[in-house]
């Protein structure tokens, strides 16, 4: 008989999402759960990796075992996942060694500035498409292999296993049977060279990490194994992966070159299709592998900025001028401009383009007439001038103007973030009625494999738009505010000290 949905297992920074998606690619059941992040130090984020596991696998139950579905109609099952998150495990009990050390995490600046340094730049840049910096899995597995007592040795004997979240997911879910992870979440790592699809021996040299903890790596669309946990009711094929913001593009079905997704999500995440040959960037951004699909690799650039709708969260819960992160949208309209006030959210240090891991939040420009809503007008516009500063990295690497940027992510809902976007980057924002693009990307991966959709025309079908939003600010305006964010985010650049460390 033919089954009807394909589970869709979206990990994120903040919440486990598990998604049964139909057919025609519309959300039939969802279930979420945040879970806890661990702040120990200025500058460190950790995740509890059980945590995550059972967050995850809990929510993936509540679906399975829904009242209104028939888990036996389950074709597949498709994982995405928060990205470049560290988790170091022991092959045998299968017990993480040391918390999972989360994208986010601050740890290894000084590590990646001795490798900066010492001029490894263009190297790592030419095998990997990333630039130098802690964001990436490297040193955070050379800090656990340096700091947890015994690490090293245990993992030179091939006791451990490293994965990033997908890897660690897979793990769990086949008891231990399956050590693998896919081309997207590998190319996060800067240890995986993108041209020759492979784990790269000087770099694992170079950054201290020995081959054997590491695991196989597979297209986004293949079969990677079988759920046989106890907590898992019935057996699903796992047949997709992809690293979220990857898996986004591809729900967003910007499967040609050229076309262009943002998320604003915790971060924020502008990811262009380059085609069927990487990109190198001169404007510091990131090549990275789109997807491996049906035998044929896809590359990206993109831009990752590390704080988006966090700094919103961080209005909330840090400051308490917002009851709710949607609350952003009422109290910004209370103003009619931003009153001179500029908010570089480098609250984690700053990401593309910028790059500068020592950079930290900058609030400017306040005076005596200064009130909260120029404040969360300014922190709003803090994350549509970031965005702004990738996608003009990208038109100045591609030589493409964008027309339309396709968006996503918890916070499109906030319509005064979309207007700013149109208006500053003067490009057509579209919002698309399914908002879950991540989780419906590995949905499409997991289906394609099984054969439950049989191809992209298919899909293309699927995608409906549900607002555009244009440019309606004087552009004279648009280019002045933007000179004023430069002078912004120029203060708050190199702002903590960096102490030198040499790691020979
Ligand atoms: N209406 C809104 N306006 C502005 N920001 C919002 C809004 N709703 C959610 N957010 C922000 O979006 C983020 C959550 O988006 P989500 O895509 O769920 O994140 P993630 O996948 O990174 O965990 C939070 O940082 C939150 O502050
Ligand atoms: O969990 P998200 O949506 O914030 O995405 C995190 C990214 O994958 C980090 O690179």
Redesign the pocket.
Do not use: D, K
């Given at each position: 008989m033919e089954k009807k949905y394909i589970l869709a297992l979206d990990q994120?920074?903040?919440?486990s999402r598990a998604i049964l998606f139909d057919k025609k690619g519309e959300i039939i059941e969802l279930a979420q759960e945040e879970f806890t992040q661990y702040y120990p130090k200025p500058g460190w984020v950790e995740h509890d990796a059980n945590e995550i596991w059972s967050s995850q696998v809990k929510m993936a139950e509540k679906i399975v075992s829904s009242t209104n579905i028939n888990a036996a109609d389950i074709a597949a099952m498709g994982i995405t996942n928060q990205r470049e998150t560290t988790i170091i495990w022991d092959r045998n009990t299968g017990e993480p060694i040391y918390n999972a050390i989360v994208w986010q995490d601050r740890r290894t600046a000084e590590i990646c500035d001795f490798y900066k340094d010492s001029g490894y730049s263009p190297r790592v840049q030419n095998k990997t498409g990333l630039l130098i910096d802690a964001y990436f899995s490297a040193t955070k597995i050379k800090w656990i292999l340096d700091h947890v007592k015994g690490a090293r040795e245990r993992a030179q004997k091939g006791e451990l296993c490293f994965g990033t979240v997908d890897s660690w997911l897979v793990w769990k879910f086949t008891e231990g049977k399956v050590h693998a992870t896919d081309v997207t979440n590998a190319s996060r790592t800067m240890l995986y060279n993108i041209h020759t699809l492979e784990w790269d021996s000087e770099l694992l040299d170079l950054f201290d990490v020995p081959y054997h903890i590491l695991p196989e790596v597979k297209s986004c669309s293949e079969h990677f194994g079988d759920t046989t946990t106890d907590e898992i009711s019935t057996e699903i094929p796992i047949t997709g992966i992809a690293g979220d913001q990857q898996a986004a593009l591809f729900g967003q079905l910007c499967t040609k070159e050229g076309m262009a997704k943002n998320t604003?999500?915790?971060g924020c995440f502008l990811v262009m299709n380059t085609g069927e040959t990487p990109k190198t960037s001169k404007n510091d951004l990131l090549t990275t592998i789109a997807w491996s699909c049906n035998g044929k690799i896809n590359y990206a650039l993109e831009g990752s900025i590390f704080v988006g709708?966090?700094a919103?969260?961080w209005l909330r819960d840090g400051l308490g001028i917002l009851r709710s992160?949607?609350e952003?949208?009422e109290v910004a309209l209370t103003v009619s401009d931003n009153g001179g006030v500029y908010f570089v959210p480098a609250l984690t240090g700053l990401g593309a383009p910028h790059w500068d891991q020592f950079a930290r939040g900058t609030l400017i420009g306040i005076t005596r007439g200064t009130n909260r809503g120029h404040i969360v007008r300014a922190a709003l516009e803090g994350i549509n001038y970031q965005v702004n500063d990738v996608l003009k990295a990208i038109e100045a690497d591609t030589g493409l103007i964008t027309r339309e940027l396709r968006v996503d992510?918890?916070?499109v809902?906030?319509n005064v973030?979309m207007q700013y976007q149109a208006d500053i980057s003067r490009c057509k924002v579209v919002r698309p009625k399914t908002l879950e693009t991540t989780a419906l990307g590995a949905a499409y991966f997991a289906g394609l494999a099984v054969g439950f959709w049989k191809s992209l025309n298919e899909l293309h079908e699927q995608w409906q738009e549900d607002r555009v939003f244009q440019a309606k600010l004087f552009a004279s305006k648009a280019l002045k505010n933007v000179g004023e964010w430069k002078k912004a985010v120029d203060r708050s650049k190199s702002w903590v000290e960096s102490k030198h460390v040499n790691v020979t």
């Open positions: 994120g920074t903040t919440s604003y999500g915790t709708g966090a919103i969260q992160a949607a952003s949208e992510g918890g916070a809902a906030n973030l």
